[in-house]
């Protein structure tokens, strides 16, 4: 019961770098999140997907694109890589009328 | 602006002692809170929730009380244990029916260590 994958687990980029973070669950969860956590801070909500083909902006959103091909892949895209975007990246899902989120593994990602 | 705060960013107990960690709400419309637990290079994992119908939860070792007047929750470990050690979130939700996009925010947590 593999639940909520990410790769890849850690991640060193040049400024100016374009990558994806790989998420994908198989719980067959309609929601599914992007969250980032950076030192001595909360979990901030990036994007988030209530549906194949339905994603949204959360609440820091900028530089970073997903999209929601299928029900089991949420991938997200960094572009133009900046420091500030330097974090740990968490995937997360949830099914319908179900606060409890499950999480991924996450990303530890770092923009030299 | 933090709308969910924990302000201990850390907390030591001894083994077999209480542990509680404090987390403090200002939006009112929240009505579903949740406690996470993190240990390092995982990812966080539910622990126990609350409603706002609720003042209290419990779940063998631990118990989540709900002050709502006060826009305050705690969750109290007893007895606590060294494999307790991990850092805790709280949570809060206040989107609900249909359209519920379970937009959880998060405090900045706390970090417990508890010593044999």
């Known amino acids: 019961n593999a639940g909520v994958t990410q790769t890849p687990k850690f991640r060193i980029l040049k400024i100016g770098q374009s990558m994806t973070l790989q998420c994908t669950q198989d719980?067959?969860?309609?929601?599914m999140y992007w969250y980032r956590q950076d030192p001595g801070m909360g979990l901030k909500l990036i994007y988030y997907s209530v549906g194949a083909g339905i994603t949204d902006k959360g609440e820091v959103p900028n530089g970073y694109n997903v999209s929601r091909s299928t029900t089991e892949d949420f991938p997200l895209r960094l572009e133009l890589a900046a420091p500030s975007q330097t974090s740990v990246y968490f995937c997360?899902?949830?099914?319908?009328?179900?606060?409890?989120?499950?999480f991924g593994s996450g990303t530890q990602l770092s923009v030299l | 602006d933090q709308q969910v705060k924990q302000n201990s960013p850390s907390l030591s107990v001894q083994e077999g002692r209480i542990s509680i960690l404090n987390c403090d709400y200002t939006?009112?419309?929240?009505?579903?809170f949740l406690w996470y637990k993190k240990y390092p290079a995982e990812g966080p994992t539910f622990l126990i929730s609350?409603?706002?119908?609720?003042d209290k939860n419990e779940d063998g070792r631990f118990t989540v009380f709900l002050n709502k007047s006060a826009k305050h929750l705690s969750l109290h470990i007893v007895p606590s244990q060294p494999g307790d050690s991990a850092v805790y979130f709280c949570?809060?939700?206040?989107?609900?029916?249909?359209?519920?996009?379970?937009?959880?925010?998060f405090g900045q947590g706390t970090t417990l260590q508890v010593k044999p």
């Open positions: 609350i409603s706002s119908i609720k």
């Open positions: 939006n009112s419309m929240f009505d579903y």
């Open positions: 949570a809060a939700s206040g989107y609900r029916g249909s359209s519920n996009t379970g937009k959880l925010i």
């Open positions: 997360a899902s949830r099914r319908g009328g179900d606060e409890k989120l499950f």
């Open positions: 719980m067959n969860h309609n929601y």
